[in-house]
């Protein structure tokens, strides 16, 4: 007898909940429990599974359930997050806004710190996060401190922090430690530790096994290692499980970095359908995708910027700016993309990736002294930035 894994274990208790109460849960008379059990369930299957679609179909029914129920505050909070998750910042306010307790609660608080963090309002999100722990110290804010710091290129802060975090679960919040463990993989696999960021991986398979997200990173860092066979096995893997476009982008790039361009080529174009799919329907998902995809799969520059200025007109942040100016440094126009990177290195942001950016656009601006300090900069950070990685 073969023994589930955790994560499809609990993707069954999921299906049971839905399947207890049923679409008829939202027939009229409706029972405020049964409304909110259904849709709860509906939510945590499209999180629990990545599926976008049924965090669309979820959205729906939250909608028809906020419609029936008189005191719907925590349908609201639940479709902030939602609307947080497909990019949608403006839905998040109005939702927020709905119910004014929403605004005062510490899950409130914690998606007002999130927005402050995505549209550019760096000292109020930190202060945000750090008024949250004082008052409600979860795993999730510390977490979210973590997430903060570490994008801030404070890597022994954000560790310190998530190391914390992972202090404040109980043994029944393997999932949630797991996920943890991933955060901690990615910011050693940011700084160059490979061996790390595997322990990391390895510690999060074990304690929550079966989970698709761990094996995507697993097979990420497999790519940086070289070890391209495995990782592509890995990801192929992945895709047939879970068929995101952003994940089969990352296979198509390891297939090209292998020398598999027609695979490769088979895979992006499936990741790109998917992506202008969902902007044709009007998903705002994926821009920032696209602007990623057309600036370093396709090169095209024109439709890169294109897409970018799609992007920061939702959320102008240091890594809305480098992107677009990344998309203008594609198409040419090295002024654009000058001013742009420095706006986004004003925010504070350190990573590799985003100096190793600045030192290709300064370079073509001529300014050779300047890009040979920010490539030093960026080896300082991660000796190992040029290996294979995944856009995130």
């Known amino acids: 007898m073969v023994t589930a894994s955790d994560y499809q274990a ?13 679409e008829q849960a939202l027939t009229p008379p409706t029972d405020t429990e049964k409304v909110t059990k259904y849709v709860n369930g509906l939510y945590r299957r499209a999180v629990h599974t990545g599926d976008l679609d049924a965090l669309q179909t979820a959205e729906a029914a939250i909608g028809e359930a906020i419609r029936q129920i008189h005191f719907a505050g925590d349908l609201y909070l639940l479709r902030a997050n939602l609307a947080f998750k497909l990019h949608r910042l403006a839905d998040v306010r109005r939702d927020l806004e709905a119910e004014p307790r929403l605004l005062a609660c510490p899950e409130g608080l914690a998606i007002q710190a999130d927005l402050d963090f995505q549209q550019g309002r760096y000292a109020q999100a930190r202060e945000g996060y750090a008024r949250i722990i004082e008052s409600h110290r979860t795993w999730d804010s510390l977490a979210r401190l973590a997430h903060f710091e570490a994008q801030m290129g404070n890597a022994a802060e954000a560790d310190r922090l998530y190391l914390e975090a992972e202090d404040e679960l109980t043994a029944k919040e393997m999932r949630s430690y797991a996920w943890v463990e991933l955060q901690r993989g990615l910011l050693d696999l940011a700084h160059g530790r490979h061996a790390e960021a595997g322990d990391h ?4 398979e074990q304690a929550y096994s079966g989970h698709w997200l761990v094996a ?3 097979a990420e860092l497999l790519g940086a290692q070289s070890r391209y066979a495995e990782a ?5 893997r992945v895709v047939e499980r879970v068929p995101k476009p952003e994940l089969q982008q990352a296979f198509g790039e390891l297939l090209t970095v292998m020398g598999e361009h ?4 088979g895979w992006h174009e499936k990741a790109l359908a998917a992506y202008l799919d969902s902007a044709e329907h009007g998903g705002v998902h994926y821009y920032h995708h696209l602007v990623d995809f057309y ?3 396709r090169k095209d520059g024109a439709e890169a910027v294109r897409w970018a200025r799609k992007d920061i007109a939702l959320r102008d942040n240091f890594a809305s700016q480098a992107a677009l100016a990344w998309a203008h440094h594609r198409n040419g126009d090295t002024q654009k993309a000058l001013a742009g990177i420095t706006q986004a290195l004003s925010s504070g942001a350190r990573s590799a990736h985003l100096l190793s950016q600045a030192a290709a656009i300064h370079r073509a601006a001529g300014r050779a002294e300047d890009a040979d300090a920010f490539a030093r900069t960026a080896a300082e950070i991660n000796p190992r930035h040029r290996s294979f990685h995944v856009h995130r």
């Not at 991986?201 to 999060?204: G, L, P």
């Open 10 to 22: 609990e993707l069954e208790r999921i299906e049971t909940d839905i399947a207890e109460v049923g």
């Open 201 to 204: 991986y390895a510690r999060a």
């Open 216 to 218: 995507e990173h697993q």
């Open 232 to 236: 592509a096995e890995l990801y192929e």
């Open 262 to 265: 027609a695979r490769a080529q």
């Open 295 to 297: 600036a370093d799969v």
